[in-house]
């Protein structure tokens, strides 16, 4: 995940701080205190770690890549192995910067699971025990009544100093790619439970069609049959209404199977090919025949085309875009269609009161609706899912003059086709 990659890069980077300042310390201590240490072997292990660093930064450079709470564990602990070497080589347990230790074990308790933190304080526990048994110490005396004159004391607040701002500054960014990382969970989480959703409305419309179906059969046979019976044959006033009612149930059957067609087969299955101005202008010309839109600007400004196959997902998607506009505004709406790179951006907007800041601030969420009736806002909220499932994002704002603006931006990617070769559409 992310937030391993993140947590690595986080000690990627305490190591190289770590490297500069033993090089600093090494030299000050040596050449600026006159406290002899064996320079060679100190560089050689600074040298190994520097190496590892580097290794470590290319290891992990990706942030595709997944890192396992073992490869964390190795990490810290070749950190510890590290500072082992240098402290034995510079006094042991009688040389002030041994409490960086501290260090190591925060950040294990921090980024490690509970095994593998309680066996880096063994670890450390032993290294620093091994270092009291088997180093040979610094003749550094402790001169503690000299105060900050005593390299000892100067020793002890110099690492204080160290660990406490090692520490609040990582720690805040781990906790932060924490959080981060909780917070994508809470967001997948609530995808789930949407889609979820999505599947039972799915189930229930396609099997309110199936009911639908009989009845609607029915209504057409007994229409059918009126057309033929007095009064309505010799009266052209009744025959008109049957034959309005004939269309309104036409439309309604039309309708239920279309959900069943979109509730039954996979995208892109027994569906014909098109392309992406054919389809979305059908599909326009589709939703105006069927509505009384007073006012209905439509641009397409796609340029050059692509190849598709037509997705009713997608044709319902556009159509309950519409609808809400249509029923904000019923005297004037606009809708737009543009290619920004790779991506196809829609744009419907209205001239009605636009969106309340609680719709805004929900948009997209279930029955979140000003309109006060059952059921309200499932439009919108098929609209981003759909787009969501396809990869793009759906957008809602209010313009200052007056009304609304939906944007839909999809990857051209989830929906052309690969062209054949040597084949383009004009």
């Known amino acids: 995940m992310a937030t391993g990659i993140r947590n690595m890069q986080q000690l990627i980077q305490l190591r190289w701080i770590a490297v500069v300042g033993q090089v600093a310390t090494i030299l000050v201590v040596h050449y600026g205190l006159g406290i002899r240490l064996p320079l060679h072997q100190m560089l050689v292990v600074l040298a190994c770690l520097a190496a590892f660093n580097a290794a470590s930064q290319f290891r992990w450079r990706s942030h595709h890549l997944v890192v396992t709470n073992a490869e964390l564990f190795i990490a810290l602990l070749v950190d510890v192995g590290m500072l082992t ?13 041994v409490f960086l230790f501290l260090l190591q074990v925060i950040l294990g308790a921090v980024l490690l699971e509970t095994w593998s933190t309680w066996t880096l304080v063994a670890v450390t526990s032993a290294c620093f025990a091994g270092l009291a048994l088997f180093a040979q110490p610094l003749a550094l005396p402790f001169d503690q009544q000299r105060g900050w004159a005593s390299p000892y004391i100067l020793g002890l607040l110099i690492c204080f100093a160290l660990i406490a701002a090692l520490v609040v500054v990582f720690i805040t960014r781990i906790s932060r790619n924490l959080r981060r990382r909780d917070t994508r969970l809470a967001d997948l989480r609530q995808r789930a439970a949407e889609e979820e959703h999505i599947v039972r409305m799915g189930l229930l419309a396609s099997g309110a069609a199936h009911e639908l179906g009989t009845p609607l059969a029915t209504l057409s046979v007994i229409l059918g049959d009126w057309r033929h019976m007095a009064p309505f044959d010799s009266n052209p006033e009744l025959l008109n209404e049957v034959s309005e009612m004939q269309a309104q149930v036409q439309r309604c059957k039309s309708i239920v199977s279309g959900i069943l067609l979109s509730a039954g087969e996979a995208r892109g299955e027994n569906s014909e090919r098109t392309s992406v101005v054919q389809f979305l202008d059908e599909v326009v010309a589709d939703w105006r025949a069927s509505r009384a839109a007073r006012a209905f600007t ?19 998607m556009i159509h309950n875009v519409l609808d809400n506009a249509l029923e904000a505004s019923p005297h004037w709406l606009m809708f737009e269609v543009a290619r920004h790179g790779d991506q196809l951006v829609l744009t419907c907007t209205d001239a009605g009161p636009g969106f309340e800041a609680r719709m805004l601030a929900q948009f997209g969420k279930p029955y979140q609706s000003s309109k006060g009736r059952p059921g309200g806002g499932l439009g919108l909220f098929l609209v981003v899912n759909v787009a969501r499932t396809l990869g793009g994002t759906v957008e809602a704002r209010n313009k200052t003059e007056g009304g609304a603006i939906v944007t839909i931006t ?16 004009e």
Request: proline share 6%; hydrophobic share 40%.
């Open 410 to 425: 999809l990857p051209l990617a989830s929906i052309v086709l690969e062209e054949e070769e040597g084949e383009s559409l």
């Open 298 to 316: 439509y641009d397409n400004n796609f340029g050059h085309d692509l190849p598709i196959v037509s997705d009713s997902a997608l044709q319902q």
């Open 85 to 97: 070497a240098q402290l034995y080589l510079s006094g042991g347990a009688t040389n002030p910067f």
